[in-house]
């Protein structure tokens, strides 16, 4: 165990201003409630506006799905340099304001092209957010209570995807048991109710856009910028003068001054940043690969496949949200007591197991409530471990002074893999079945396991810069 001197901001717990800090992390991870939101929301309108744009071959259906991570991989990518130069807040109000603009866009379009054009620049949106909200937190928070915070981008996620299923399920939750296709399409629902899906996502996008007005720059940017002054200013509402001058001194001491006010990618080559980016990015992809998002993108198919109508399809797609939520809170009190690297290694076994089961019923051609059960503990199990606790091990294994880049690579690398995950899905599950989806699945986790017992170092209670000499000096 690592001793930490009083000097040490992580020491100062009794005057930290948890008001604040909360309130600004908060504020902040609103970003994750629109990329949960805004993610999700296609999962519920997709069987009504795929008959009222007719898609019906497997690539229009996954091109629907997954044109969004285009503008993520964008939006991802370009977050990290501009946000090192631009700072943190500027670059998440921009996303806010993407987010307004490409749900009402959404909402409106009339042809397939034009729906793919907003979902492209929505995705844009998501990819800022995914970036930065978790990456500001991790740089606002004592580090004692990160794991804690840089959570509740998490669970503003999971809140997000929650809400779009269950604004989803209320539109068309009065739609007839097993109503023909041509029915569904020329009704209120396949004509409008799908558009109002997509456009009640203005409503959460116009606050987080007001809210982060509101908010300060992160201080760790600003030292990083030749702006120890201000960072000092935001450091003191944060713990006061004391705790403000530590953290100051403690974050200078990892910045080269020939670094200040540029970053390069470059400088991710250099070995000893390798191993560090190497980290990041396996476990990013990891925690897309290990398959959970398609059952938030493909649900239809999922529970259609388990014996499930449309409507109960999207009463159990409120279910997963809810499973979702509780299991995060779990996740939210526990990450900073339990520790990183034994929430990722839990997460991957149960994944493994869980999917290996559901592949087996799939193939013994089960339905109902079983497969729904499993489901739900898949969901369960993600939720307490891989989707919280990756965010978290990515905003914090990262040096002050390459942060934004490499966080840009390995938030790129995440919405990378979730593209090929979802776009591959529906041919998978064409060439292999269900079962043989699953248990594909079930593979690549516990691959996962492997790596992370391997290779993920503990971080928990350490400062970013205590992270940064253990990790790359």
């Known amino acids: ?98 987010f307004v603009v490409t749900s009402i866009g959404n909402a409106l379009a009339s042809t397939f092209f034009i729906f793919v054009v907003w979902r492209i620049l929505g995705g844009a949106a998501i990819g800022l957010a995914s970036n930065l909200s978790p990456m500001y937190i991790a740089e606002v928070a004592p580090p004692q209570m990160r794991g804690r915070l840089v959570s509740i981008n998490q669970l503003m996620i999971v809140i997000g995807v929650l809400a779009a299923q269950v604004v989803n399920w209320s539109l068309v939750r009065n739609l007839p048991a097993g109503a023909p296709d041509e029915f569904i399409r020329n009704s209120w629902f396949g004509q409008m109710g799908w558009r109002w899906m997509f456009g009640l996502t203005a409503i959460p996008a116009t606050l987080f856009f007001l809210g982060m007005f509101l908010i300060p720059e992160s201080p760790r940017w600003l030292a990083k910028n030749g702006r120890a002054d201000s960072a000092k200013t935001v450091l003191n509402k944060i713990g006061g003068e004391h705790y403000a001058g530590a953290a100051v001194a403690e974050i200078n001491s990892t910045l080269a001054k020939e670094e200040i006010q540029r970053v390069r990618f470059a400088d991710l080559l250099d070995p000893k940043m390798r191993k560090v980016l190497m980290l990041g990015v396996v476990l990013a992809v990891f925690q897309q690969w290990c398959g959970i998002n398609t ?17 109960t399809v999207l009463k159990n797609i409120a279910w997963t949200g809810s499973v979702n939520l509780a299991f995060t809170f779990v996740a939210l009190g526990t990450v900073d007591r339990l520790g990183r690297r034994p929430l990722m290694l ?8 869980i999917y290996a089961i559901l592949g087996i019923c799939f193939h013994a051609q089960m339905t109902g409530q079983p497969l729904l059960l499993l489901v739900l503990s898949a969901i369960a199990c993600y939720s307490l471990s891989l989707a919280p606790v990756t965010w ?26 979730c593209f090929l995950l979802t776009y591959t899905f529906p041919i998978l599950n064409k060439k292999l079945g269900a079962d043989g989806t699953f248990w594909l699945y079930a593979v690549i986790c516990v691959a996962g396991f492997i790596y992370i017992f391997a290779k993920l170092p503990e971080t928990k209670n350490k400062s970013l810069e205590q992270i940064e000499r253990e990790l790359v000096d």
């Open 346 to 353: 839990f997460g991957a076994a149960g994944l493994a197991v």
């Open 392 to 417: 978290v091990v990515i905003s914090e294994i990262f040096p002050n002074r390459i942060r934004g880049a490499a966080m840009a690579i390995a938030v790129t690398a995440l919405w990378l893999a």
């Open 295 to 311: 059952i938030f993108n493909y649900a239809e198919e999922i529970f259609k496949a388990a014996g499930y109508d449309i409507s």
């Open 1 to 98: 165990m690592i001793t930490i001197s009083k000097a040490e901001p992580t020491d100062l717990k009794v005057r930290l201003n948890l008001g604040y800090v909360w309130l600004i992390s908060s504020v902040s991870a609103m970003g994750g409630l629109l990329f949960g939101w805004d993610w999700v929301v296609i999962g519920g309108a997709k069987p009504f506006f795929q008959r009222y744009f007719q898609l019906t071959s497997e690539a229009q259906i996954g091109w629907a799905n997954s044109c969004a991570l285009i503008g993520c991989l964008v939006g991802a990518l370009g977050a990290g340099a501009l946000s090192d130069k631009f700072g943190r807040k500027k670059l998440l109000i921009v996303s806010a304001f993407l």
